[in-house]
């Protein structure tokens, strides 16, 4: 997911008039978004993650589920997530138990160590890698040559989020690697009407108007694929949990900002709904450009 520090909304909005918002995109999901059959559950796939942590924040039920109907998966961490809490532990320290967590939670969700592979860029450097990291990617794909791959949704604004999303999609545009390429929303949430925002002065409004509307664009025109997760989502739970380093305080400082501190908590809990969404293409409908 990256660093929580600054993510955390100033103010927020307890009005009802977002809720309501919030539940109908909600009720449009079902009507733009196709459930993943369960024969396309059973295909291969790579999780491309930015950081630790956010494979299974978007992902970890659609892993789960794809381990049951017995898929070869494996998840690649792109950067060492050292960055996120630099201002209370060392790099090299935090570096290491964020490693480590993520091996704890992708063992809950089925996937072993040999299957989980960091390539251990640098947080918030990636994006000045991106042929580098391609290469690297190109090198796994034609090794592994996954039937799906999942990266972070391309509209996700965060450098690391964007950074891995370009990275693949060139490297699957070097490779010519046939997949069906599943996007996944992340940051999308860290937006109205999904989270509290109060207006304020003209400004304000253009912002939680502007952000409305591209969450209802997202919904109706973006994301057209969907997985049911009610039925792994206390074994997600259990493999976010591993991420201490996000879910607790590890330093007794409050300035240890945790993922339930993200937006007053609404953030984490987006990702605790029965389903899980994507923006789903053909890896051959990329422009060659």
């Known amino acids: 997911m990256g660093s929580a520090r600054g993510s955390v909304a100033p103010t927020l909005d307890k009005g009802v008039g977002r809720r309501a918002v919030s539940r109908f995109y909600r009720s449009l999901m079902g009507r733009f978004a196709q459930n993943i059959r369960e024969e396309d559950l059973k295909r291969s796939a790579i999780v491309f993650s930015p950081h630790f942590d956010d494979e299974t924040l978007a992902c970890g039920g659609t892993i789960l589920k794809k381990k049951a109907a017995g898929a070869h998966m ?63 990617v190109a090198r796994i794909l034609r090794h592994e040559r996954p039937q799906d791959v999942f990266i972070p949704y391309s509209k996700d604004q965060q450098p690391d989020h964007m950074a891995t999303n370009a ?91 945790t993922l339930a501190d993200v937006d007053g908590g609404e953030f984490l809990e987006c990702f605790l709904g029965k389903y899980e969404i994507f923006r789903r293409y053909l890896a051959s409908s990329l422009s060659p450009n």
């Open 74 to 136: 494996m998840i690649v961490f792109m950067t060492d997530s050292s960055t996120s809490h630099r201002h209370l532990m060392p790099e090299d320290r935090l570096k290491a138990v964020r490693a480590g967590e993520a091996l704890a939670a992708a063992r809950h969700l089925g996937i072993d160590d040999h299957e989980a592979l960091c390539l251990n860029y640098r947080s918030d450097r990636l994006g000045e890698q991106i042929h580098v990291s391609a290469e690297r």
């Open 167 to 257: 990275s693949v999609r060139l490297a699957l545009r070097l490779t010519g690697h046939e997949a069906v390429v599943y996007e996944y929303p992340v940051w999308f949430w860290s937006q109205w009407p999904w989270i509290h925002r109060t207006a304020r002065g003209p400004r304000g409004m253009i912002r939680v108007s502007a952000e409305a509307v591209i969450s209802g664009l997202a919904i109706t025109r973006d994301f057209n694929a969907m997985v049911y997760v009610g039925d792994v989502l206390e074994t997600k739970m259990n493999a976010l949990a591993e991420y201490r380093s996000q879910m607790t305080r590890l330093v007794p400082d409050d300035y240890w900002l």
